[in-house]
């Protein structure tokens, strides 16, 4: 299933666990440990993410071998 990318786009943290197929745990697990994606913190405390950092991020976790 192909997702619209729209420039300027932020994910809430339920689309990036989607996306990934991972539990929120890992998530917040992974930003704890400074290895996940950046986030931006709304003012009500809640998190976004840049598709693009998003996909940079990805990009940095892939395998080089």
Same mark, same amino acid.
């Given at each position: 299933?192909?997702?619209? &990318?729209?420039?300027g786009?932020?994910l809430? &943290?339920d689309e990036? !666990?989607?996306? %990934?197929q991972?539990?929120?745990?890992? $998530?917040? #697990?992974?930003?704890?440990k400074?290895r996940?994606?950046? !986030?931006?913190? =709304?003012?009500?405390?809640? =998190?976004?993410?840049?598709?693009? #950092? $998003?996909e940079?991020? %990805?990009t #940095? !976790?892939?395998d080089? =071998?």
């Amino acid at each position: 299933m192909a997702v619209a &990318v729209r420039p300027g786009q932020k994910l809430t &943290v339920d689309e990036v !666990c989607a996306e %990934l197929q991972i539990a929120k745990s890992t $998530f917040y #697990d992974w930003r704890q440990k400074g290895r996940g994606p950046r !986030c931006i913190r =709304l003012p009500n405390g809640s =998190l976004r993410i840049r598709r693009g #950092d $998003f996909e940079n991020w %990805l990009t #940095d !976790c892939e395998d080089r =071998l």
